[in-house]
């Protein structure tokens, strides 16, 4: 019955050496402390049980032999005072009524009586366990040191693997929390992601190419090349790398060729380098001349932008300015007419895109446009109603030849210039010829032009004598630039689509003859700088939404021949000032809102044919003076007339 329970607590022992073992073994595995006792109560600290620790991984010392391994056990194994408790627990099974005492404290490890003879043969047993048990610690010790060797080895810093497996919980906690579905569909989540990306990829790539052929890349109808778009390059310069292409082809086993190719590239980088430079330069010439807006000619979307644009890079002139620096020593005459003939067709080119470019012409953009811009921000109730989308067929001129060619604007249709004197060196007197020179008469009547007259038509013809828009479709107001042009003899803007007020800058015009801007939208009042354009000798503003009175400085005009106020919102009494026009041939001023009485001073009108008065309110009996006018032949009072009568 003892061999029995001795055979079986033996190979209890064993199991437990060889678990203490296999937990040192991991332990020492995963940088953790070592240690061997099982229990975690408070008594067993007290026993006398053998307790091993090692340090981290990181810290074990690289040795020759097992002889120099440091000391891997805080304690000292003690086989004969066991750990009674854990006994206990371990052999309960055992604790049985049929065993003796001497053989029961054999078991639990109480061998006090060393001299009994009968316990001699369990003693001599049981220390030759013990031998076994010390020679299998030594081996556990033995693959405590191999697997702290193999840790330090394997990473170079301590700490390492717990490091890994601080990372692999990061890992696992952040996996849990991604949805399921997340994770059973991740595959395939990141494909449809992936084909989204290179869906807005592309998307973006078509919108900058887009934006670039809005930049200059694309043009509207140019009437030269037969309405195809101009392309990025003049065609000067295209001419000029022909020849340079075609001899690369022959030499095609030319050695040098690579290297003319590279002198290619690099000459096409300079000249893009030196094109923004005199972007830039032209640019800060036309501002300092105030002949454009600088937001206009820094937005790429505006007419000012595309005509610089033009001129810099595509207009086959390649027309340029001084440098500031010969500018500062002052410039020749013949520089001066080449400098304004610059700006001059800047200007017209300006007036081609505000005119040409569909988006402009329905109000896309600012610098000018149906809709507004920086000379009309804002739009009356009937300009909004008065609102329509065009066509690119619908407005396309009728006439434009040479417009926007080689050709000097002197060729291009409808523009007249002042003829060059015969000591330069063009050596022509006649008006149409082959220059840029100062323009003196645009003409562009019935053409079919759509859009808004740019301020760039008032401020860089200083030598206009002559301006005619008439019947076509222009739109927009009257710019406040237009008192600019003080060479102006005639001005002929009626039959068009103008909105907005008569600028108060228009008695500028000290010069001008005649004024015609009839049958349009104007409104407003008639300023009173009117009386200021004393040479005016034609005025006529007939069939617009003009209101208010009219004013007393009208008298001023003693070259006035005729006065066309009719069909208009005129209100207030007729002034007695305009006795003054003494040669005054025709007026009008019917279909109005006058009241009051006719002036007696309308006797004075010594010259007057022909006066309309009906469709007002006025009252009152028919001056006497009339009977004075000896020239009149037509006397207009319809149902005014029976008032007065």
Not at 191 to 220: F, H, T
């Amino acid at each position: 019955m003892l061999d029995s329970f001795e055979k079986e607590s033996r190979l209890h022992e064993r199991r437990l050496a060889r678990q203490r073992q296999m937990r040192l073994m991991e332990e020492a595995a995963s940088g953790l402390p070592l240690h061997v006792n099982d229990d975690d109560d408070d008594d067993n600290a007290n026993n006398n049980e053998m307790e091993y620790e090692m340090p981290p991984p990181s810290h074990v010392e690289e040795v020759d032999s097992e002889d120099d391994v440091p000391s891997m056990y805080s304690g000292i194994h003690n086989s004969n005072n066991l750990n009674k408790n854990g006994n206990d627990n371990l052999w309960s099974s055992a604790n049985s009524k049929d065993l003796d005492d001497s053989k029961l404290k054999f078991v639990m490890g109480d061998n006090t009586n060393n001299n009994s003879n009968n316990n001699y043969d369990e003693t001599a047993s049981y220390s030759s366990w013990t031998e076994r048990q010390k020679r299998e610690h030594d081996e556990s010790r033995h693959l405590i040191m191999l697997a702290s060797r193999r840790v330090s080895s394997s990473s170079g810093r301590g700490g390492t693997l717990e490091m890994e497996m601080r990372d692999e919980e990061r890992r696992s906690r952040r996996y849990n929390k991604c949805p399921v579905w997340f994770m059973l569909h991740r595959k395939l989540i990141c494909s449809l992601c992936l084909v989204m990306a290179l869906i807005v990829m592309g998307v973006l790539i078509g919108q900058m190419k887009k934006n670039m052929g809005q930049d200059g890349a694309e043009w509207p109808m140019n009437p030269a090349t037969g309405g195809s778009s101009s392309s990025g390059m003049t065609s000067g310069t295209s001419a000029s790398h022909e020849p340079m292409d075609s001899s690369n082809e022959e030499s095609t086993h030319n050695p040098q060729d690579s290297s003319n190719n590279n002198n290619d590239s690099s000459s096409n980088n300079n000249q893009h380098e030196l094109d923004m430079i005199k972007f830039e330069r032209i640019k800060d010439r036309l501002l300092e001349h105030q002949i454009s807006h600088a937001s206009t000619l820094e937005d790429p979307t505006t007419a000012q932008y595309k005509a610089l644009q033009w001129i810099v890079r595509d207009d086959p002139r390649q027309l340029d300015v001084m440098p500031l620096d010969d500018v500062e020593t002052g410039l020749t005459g013949e520089q001066v007419d080449r400098e304004e003939g610059l700006f001059e067709r800047y200007a017209l080119a300006v007036f081609w895109f505000q005119t040409t470019d569909l988006a402009i012409v329905n109000g896309g953009s600012g610098g000018g446009s149906r809709n507004g811009g920086p000379d009309r921000p804002f739009r009356t109730e009937e300009e909004e109603e008065d609102e329509v989308e065009f066509t690119m067929q619908e407005i396309q001129w009728r006439e434009s030849t040479n417009w926007l060619t080689e050709k000097g604007f002197c060729l291009w249709h409808g523009v007249i210039c002042h003829p060059v004197p015969q000591s330069t060196a063009h050596g022509a007197s006649s008006v149409r010829y082959d220059d840029d020179f100062h323009v003196a008469i645009l003409n562009l009547t019935e053409n079919n032009i759509h859009g808004l007259v740019p301020r760039e038509v008032y401020m860089a013809f200083t030598k206009m004598q002559a301006l005619d828009l008439s019947w076509n479709e222009l739109g927009g107001a009257i710019g406040r630039e237009i008192g600019a042009l003080r060479d102006l003899q005639d001005l002929f803007l009626q039959s068009n689509q103008f909105t907005g007020a008569i600028p108060t800058t228009i008695g500028e015009l000290g010069n001008l003859y005649n004024l015609n801007i009839s049958d349009n939208k104007i409104a407003g009042t008639v300023p009173t700088q009117i009386g200021m354009m004393s040479k005016l000798r034609d005025a006529s503003m007939f069939q617009n939404r003009i209101g208010g009175r009219i004013p007393g400085e009208i008298g001023y005009l003693t070259d006035l021949l005729a006065l066309y106020l009719d069909s208009n919102r005129l209100t207030g009494p007729i002034p007695t000032s305009i006795g003054k026009l003494t040669s005054l041939v025709d007026l009008r001023l019917r279909a109005n809102k006058l009241t009051g009485t006719i002036p007696s001073e309308v006797g004075e009108l010594k010259n007057l044919e022909e006066i309309q008065l009906y469709q007002n309110s006025l009252t009152g009996p028919l001056p006497s003076e009339l009977g004075l006018l000896d020239g009149l032949i037509f006397l207009y009072l319809g149902q005014a007339s029976r008032r007065i009568l």
